[in-house]
Structure formats: C-alpha cells, structure tokens
C-alpha cells in the first residue's frame, strides 16, 4: 500500500501508477519492480506472508 508519495510498480508487464492509499497485490511468482514517483517522500507498506524457498531473486 502506498502510505504516502506516488510509485511506479511494474508486476511482469504491467506498469502500474500509485498514489497515497493504492493497493498492489503481487501473487507469488511474478516478477516486480517499485520505484519512487515524481514526488518525495515515498512510504510504502508492505505485508508478506512467510514461506519457505519462496524467493528468488532475478537480475
């Protein structure tokens, strides 16, 4: 959830715009990105789930 700020979210394809109060759902899997909008400060809220061997980190 964008807290406060606006982002830029990229989930496989997909280029999403977020302002204060936005939700994203990312499912287990896909690939994302998030990055800061044109304004400052950025405060995003994460929550996640714990799982076992569920992170891979692509570069």
């Known amino acids: 959830m964008v807290a ?11 280029k999403i715009e977020q302002c204060s109060g936005d939700v994203l759902i ?5 690939v994302h990105t998030l990055t800061h ?13 714990f799982s076992e061997n569920d992170k891979e980190i692509v570069e």
């Open 26 to 30: 990312v499912e287990p899997g896909e």
């Open 4 to 14: 406060r700020g606006q982002s830029r979210a990229v989930v496989e394809d997909n």
């Open 37 to 49: 909008g044109p304004s400052a400060p950025l405060h995003v809220v994460v929550q996640t789930p």
